[in-house]
Structures are given as C-alpha cells and as structure tokens.
C-alpha cells in the first residue's frame, strides 16, 4: 500500500473516532444562558394533569422570519421541540405577532388576548422595538410589569425572550439598558428570562453562526431552530417537567 | 478673596484624562476583547467619570486664569466659544453617524432581522429629527458625553465665578442641585421620548467638584487626605466594588451576591451619577493622588507620553475616538470579527489617536502658543500646557 492509501484510513480512523455530536449539539449554550431562576406554575399542572400545554407567543418581528418564515421561526421550532421532549401531552404553540411594536402597546393587550386564547404559558418577546424607538426605560420597566401581570391574571405563565444580538447595528441600537431593565424585572416577578441576546451572542463570538453576513446556507433558519430548541429546554428546566426519553439521547 | 490658581499644570491630570479618552474609545467598540481591560468592568465609576472630573478641573485652571487677569465677561465669552466648538464638533459627528446607520440600514439583508432594518424609522420625519438633533435632543447611541459636556460648559461661568470667590458655597449649592435633581426627577427631555443619558443636573456635581479641587480644594483636603483610615477605607469600597463587579461577568460568583445587597445597591444608576459610583471614582482618585505625587518623574517619561499627549488634546482626541469606534466597529463587522482584528483596531485606533494629538501639539507649540511651564507673555493667552 502506498502512503496515500495510509493517510486515507488514519483520516478514517480519526473520524469514526470522534465524539458523535448529538443533533442539538451545535445549539448548545453556555450554562449562564441555560440557569435561569423564575418559576413557572401552570405550566407544570396543565402538563401532568391535564396532558397538554398551550403556548402563546406574543411578540414582534423578530419572532418571524419574514412573511413566509413562519414554518422555520422559532415558534414552530418551539412546537417541534417540546413534542419531541413530551411525546404524551398535547402541544400547541399559536402566536401573536406584529412588527414595530412595542413593549407598553403590547401589555396594553395581553390581558385581551391571553383570555381568548387561554394559553398555559405566554412567551412575551420584546425589547428591540423600545430600543429603536429611544423609549423611556422606565416606562418600557412598567410596561413589562403591567403586562406579566395581566397574563398572569388570565390565568398563563410567563417567559420573557429578551432582544436578539445583531452585531451590525450594535452601535447603533443601545439595547443594554432594555435588556437590564429585563433582567430585573424577569427577577423581581420571579419570570423565567430567557436570554436570546446572550445566546446568539454565544453562537457569533464561538464561531457557530455567522450573524453579520447576508443570508447565506439559511442560518436565519438555523438560528431559529436553535432558538426553539433552548426555549423549550428552558421550558421543561423551568416547570421542573417529567422527560420522557426520547430516542435520540443516550 | 479670588483662590490662588495653581501656577503650573499637574501632568498627572493630562495623563489620567489622556488614559480616559482611549478607554472610552475601546468601550465604544461592541464585542471587543481589549475592552475588558477598561475600569468599568472591576467596579462602579468608569472612564466618562474621570473624564468628567479633570474637565472640570482644568477648565477652572484655564479659564480660572482668564477670569483672573481678563474679568469675568473676557472669560464667559471664551467659555462659551468653547461650548459652541464641542456643539460644532458634536453635529460633525452626528453626520457621519448619519452616513454609516443609513448604509447599514440599506444593506441589511437577512430575514433575521427585519425588525432591526427599522432603525433608519427615524429618518422619515427628517424635519422632526434634524431639529431635534440640533437641539440635542436626540441623541444617537454613545453621542451623549459631548451634550453634557457642551451644558455643563454654558452653565460654568457663573459656577467658576462662585467657585473662586467662594467655593465652600459653590460646592455647597452643586451638592444641593444633586440632591434636589435626585428628590425631584430633574432631568432634561429627550426624543422621541424619555431623558438624557447623562443628567446634566447630577453629573454637575463632578464638574464643580474638579474646578473646586483646581481652585485650592486639593490643599485643603490635603491634611484629611493624609489619614491611613481614609486610605484602609477607599481601599476597602474598591475591594467591594470589585467583588461585586466579578458577579455581572462571572456567573459563577452571582450566587454569592446576597438578595438584600442587590436590592440595596441596584440600579446602579448611571443617568444620575448613582452615589456608589460617584464614591468609587473618589476612592480611586484619592488613591492615585496618594500613590502618584505631583512631582512624579515617570510623568515625564516617554513612556507615558502618548497619553499626556492626548489628555491635552483632548476633545479633538475625544471626537476623533468617537468616530474610530464607529470605523472600528464597521471593521469587525465587514471584514472580520475574530479577536487579532479587535486587538488589531483597538491598537490601529490608539495609534491613531496619539498620532492626530503630537500632530495638533507640536502645531500649538510651533505656532507661537508655547506649552509647558512658562508664564504666557500676553495675559491670559496661553492655555497654560493643553486645553480645557
């Protein structure tokens, strides 16, 4: 056997010897991203009572993928996702989504649209529009108080999804004092946050997604697999729910 | 009886508002590695204090001198030419924010980010935004130093006059306004809506507090400055600071941030110059006042030279930081975001920086404004070493 015949079995070799990486794996997120306080009430009980779990997002733009991305947006991934981890309990992810609004419009209807929909959980997505807009942060602080109030008087729990991380226009949209004002009230509401600025901000500096570059090889559609994916384990985490094992994990 | 007015220019202040401005510049650059080398991140003050501060400070040495040998309206009217070049040099800026948001906002394209192509919503009321720039009242992400400065500039007349005729009442009333701007929610208005990012009516205090300590405070704190308590103390807060700081980077450490603690100290509020970072910045200039002497021969080394420099050149060095932040940014996002070229542009920027200032220096000097220690042969011509 010449070398080259060599070289091809040890790449061989080196390949069938590396780690298998799980389908998720290249989702997967720092722990500070993944720990998150804040307790989730109904969720828990509609799931091993009732066997099924309603899920509403309410949110803006950036919780689609455009008019035709619904398919491949994190919502429907959400949907995928916690099928695939809770085989047994009915799963039905509806949203409420329009572009430019903001925090203050939307808790103005959340109470409206969390009795119609009775939805178990809502997952409230908001922030980028106030922080293009220059809203006062402290009326964008009130606004996130009144509205987890009002879904929670519907009777629903409530995840916050804080802004992406676009780095094209990080200088331009100053989105910290929005997303601290997040935190903190995600804190003092005992909310599950979960934080997509911090994620995605993980997925670009490691290297994972390639978030300033056109959309080339679809990564806005992988982002937001991704993105459902740790929604739902932040789900399962933070209702503290019985995982029936799935096929795919060892 | 006016105060003295020191007779030679500290270095010290150049140099510490020269280190200043690059960190300033190094934390406008998002996602930047060597910004982790910056003082925000290990406590609660950061470089817009410091900045602050000695710009207080020197204006009550430069303009102190004015009012002494020229008057009162001889030193207004130069104080407030000086806060239409900061308003000038601010507008400049704000057009070539300009420029670079309307590009950006033209070539976004991913499906991603729909929401954010929206930035440039700003822009179809042209007649309502331009305006309201001009008015600083709008005021884009990391444009808010100049505005506070260009206030705190056209309020500083009767402030300095007050100062050095009486500074204990001076400081007195700046206290008052800070505590008032505090109990009442003093603030000056923003668009489209809320307040500005740094409130004028708190962050005075520095201010006046710099031009106090220029006008014959700093030896008159001398002999408390001199207790080893005071020391054990600002060194204790700064371990505090610290500790506390490593809970916002290092997860790890958040569980040990006692509940009772957080609901004391957060916010930390930042648009009112929050009492915790206005005592960090104390306890860090007090520590440096006891470890640096005036008289320190490393200030004349050519080692530190690059920041002295720059600390006299210091608004040209600001907006020019302003704007290489912005270039370095459109670097790490066009061409490549990988730690070499963040390193490569923070460097790239301060190199810059110093360039552009021994430029605007040596040009001072050869024009016939001569710096450094000597007494300037018209009274009240020289800028005594930099600018205010």
Redesign the interface.
């Known amino acids: 056997m010449n070398n080259r015949v060599w070289v091809r079995i040890a790449v061989a070799a080196a390949l069938v010897c590396l780690p298998v990486r799980a389908p998720g794996a290249v989702c997967d997120l720092p722990d500070y991203v993944t720990q998150v306080d804040g307790a989730l009430s109904r969720v828990p009980l509609a799931v091993e009572k009732e066997h099924k779990l309603r899920v509403l997002v309410v949110g803006t733009g950036s919780s689609a993928l455009g008019q035709e991305g619904a398919m491949s947006a994190y919502p429907a991934r959400l949907e995928a996702a916690l099928a695939a981890a809770l085989p047994k309990v009915a799963i039905a992810v509806s949203t409420d989504i329009k572009m430019r609004r903001t925090a203050v419009e939307m808790a103005a209807i959340m109470g409206k649209i969390a009795a119609n929909g009775k939805p178990d959980l809502v997952v409230w997505q908001t922030g980028t529009v106030d922080a293009i807009r220059g809203i006062d942060p402290d009326v964008f602080r009130d606004a996130l108080e009144a509205g987890i109030r009002a879904a929670r008087a519907a009777g629903a729990d409530v995840i916050l999804v804080n802004m992406q991380y676009s780095p094209r226009t990080e200088t331009m949209i100053a989105v910290q004092a929005y997303a601290d004002a997040m935190h903190s009230v995600a804190q003092q509401q005992d909310v599950p946050l979960f934080d997509r600025l911090a994620a995605m901000k993980h997925w670009s500096e490691s290297g994972i997604f390639d978030l300033a570059a056109p959309n080339r090889s679809r990564v806005a559609e992988k982002v937001h697999d991704c993105l459902g994916r740790a929604l739902a384990e932040l789900i399962v985490q933070s209702g503290k729910l019985d995982r029936t094992p799935s096929k795919d994990r060892p | 009886m006016p105060a003295p007015v020191a007779s030679e220019r500290d270095l010290r202040l150049d140099l510490f508002r020269g280190l200043a401005l690059w960190l300033i510049f190094l934390d406008?650059i998002?996602?930047n590695v060597v910004s982790w080398v910056t003082i925000r991140n290990y406590g609660f003050s950061d470089a817009t204090e410091i900045f602050v501060f000695i710009s207080g400070y020197t204006a009550a040495f430069v303009y102190g001198r004015a009012m002494q040998d020229r008057g009162f309206l001889i030193a207004a009217i130069r104080i407030l030419r000086r806060a239409w070049q900061v308003y000038v040099a601010h507008m400049f800026l704000f057009i070539i924010?300009m420029a670079?948001?309307a590009y950006?906002g033209a070539t976004?394209?991913?499906?991603?980010?729909?929401?954010?192509m929206?930035?440039l919503?700003?822009l179809q009321q042209p007649d309502v935004t331009l305006l309201q720039a001009l008015l600083l009242k709008f005021k884009?992400?990391?444009m808010d130093v100049l505005p506070l400065y260009i206030i705190l500039l056209i309020g500083f007349p009767p402030a300095l006059w007050l100062v050095r005729r009486a500074p204990q009442l001076a400081l007195a009333g700046s206290l008052t306004l800070y505590l008032l701007t505090w109990a009442l929610n003093w603030n000056l208005p923003?668009?489209?809506?809320?307040?500005w990012y740094f409130n004028p009516f708190a962050w005075q205090l520095l201010f006046v507090f710099g031009a106090w300590c220029a006008t014959g405070g700093a030896e008159r704190l001398w002999p408390v400055m001199r207790s080893k308590w005071l020391l054990a103390v600002a060194a204790a807060y700064l371990l505090f600071a610290f500790l506390v700081s490593l809970t916002w980077y290092l997860?790890v450490f958040a569980r040990f941030m006692p509940r009772w603690l957080s609901e004391l100290i957060?916010?930390i509020d930042k648009t009112n110059l929050d009492v915790l970072r206005f005592m960090h910045f104390l306890a860090l200039a007090f520590l440096v006042v006891r470890v640096l002497p005036r008289d320190w021969p490393g200030l004349n080394s050519p080692l530190l030279w690059p920041a002295i420099v720059c600390g006299q050149q210091s608004l040209a060095v600001f907006c020019l930081g302003v704007f290489l932040?912005?270039t370095s940014?459109f670097i790490?996002?066009?061409v490549s975001?990988r730690i070499p070229m963040q390193i490569l542009v923070s460097a790239a920027g301060i190199v810059i920086m110093v360039g552009v200032a021994s430029v605007l220096q040596w040009y001072k000097v050869v024009d016939g404004r001569r710096a450094g220690p000597k007494p300037p042969k018209k009274p009240g011509a020289g800028l005594a070493g930099g600018e205010a």
């Open positions: 406008h998002p996602s924010f670079e948001i950006v976004l394209r991913n499906p991603l980010y729909a929401e954010e929206n930035i919503e700003f884009p992400v990391n923003a668009y489209p809506t809320g307040h997860p957060y916010p932040a912005f940014h790490l996002v066009e975001d």
